[in-house]
């Protein structure tokens, strides 16, 4: 069989919150057939905010088009900064603080 492509850069983030369990929880778009994850970034000393990239397996995962939505999660716990998380995808990055609990987009 062949190798499954990590292709972090073909999911368009639109949202991210920590809900009130402490799960790190992501909704967007990836293209039709794949599937999803979070691959939280490794560090050495903790930052101020921890990136966390939302990467896309399956056949399709080398093509650009949107076709499904997707909502995945995590534990916020061990993966946040001193500020909080930064969920990474092709559409950019959301800020979600961990104290404030709010979303900051850029």
Do not use: H
Not at 6 to 18: E, F, G, K, S, Y
Not at 23 to 39: A, H, R
Request: net charge negative; proline share 6%.
């Amino acid at each position: 069989s062949e190798p499954i492509e990590r292709l972090p850069q073909l999911a368009t983030v639109l949202a991210a919150a920590i809900d009130d369990a402490g799960q790190l929880v992501v909704d967007g778009t990836m293209p039709p057939g794949c599937t999803g994850g979070l691959s939280p970034r490794v560090y050495k000393v903790r930052p101020d905010w921890w990136a966390v990239e939302v990467v896309v397996e399956g056949a399709n995962a080398d093509i650009d088009v949107v076709g499904q939505s997707f909502r995945l999660a995590c534990s916020s716990d061990g993966v946040a900064g001193s500020e909080g998380i930064e969920v990474v995808g092709v559409s950019g990055v959301i800020r979600v603080a961990t104290t404030a609990r709010r979303i900051d987009r850029f």
